[in-house]
Nanobody
């Protein structure tokens, strides 16, 4: 059982930056996959960035070059640095974790992850 608690959301103007944090109850060095998803009103939850236990990362095209996923194993915390924010980035952002080492890390669906945080709201105004 992995408990995840996000923080760092808020309201920002377009072009601004935010850093989201996700504190994990388990040692992050041992978590096979960790990811950030987001869900805008009326839309499905979409995966936007992941990091595996080796530190390899992957991003969806819409955030590539603007967002950076990272983790601090000393603090057992996952981060999402978001720069040059756009109104279309407005959504609830969720941290996710998966321990199933037999699976390849990905973010195609919500079923790629078993453990979820409660979410943190990000609102970007134009």
């Amino acid at each position: 059982q992995v408990q995840l608690v996000e923080s760092g959301g808020g309201s920002v103007q377009g072009g601004g930056s935010l850093r989201l944090s996700c504190a994990a109850s388990e040692a992050t060095y041992g978590i096979h996959c960790m990811a950030w998803y987001r869900q805008a009103p009326g839309k499905v939850r979409e995966g936007i960035a992941l990091i595996d236990s080796d530190g390899s990362t992957k991003y969806v095209d819409s955030v590539k070059g603007r967002f950076t996923i990272s983790k601090d194993n000393a603090k057992d915390t996952l981060y999402l640095q978001m720069n040059n924010l756009k109104p279309e980035d407005t959504a609830m952002y969720y941290c996710a974790a998966d321990l199933r080492t037999y699976r390849r890390c990905d973010y195609y669906t919500i079923y790629d992850y078993i453990y979820w945080g409660q979410g943190t709201q990000v609102t970007v105004s134009s």
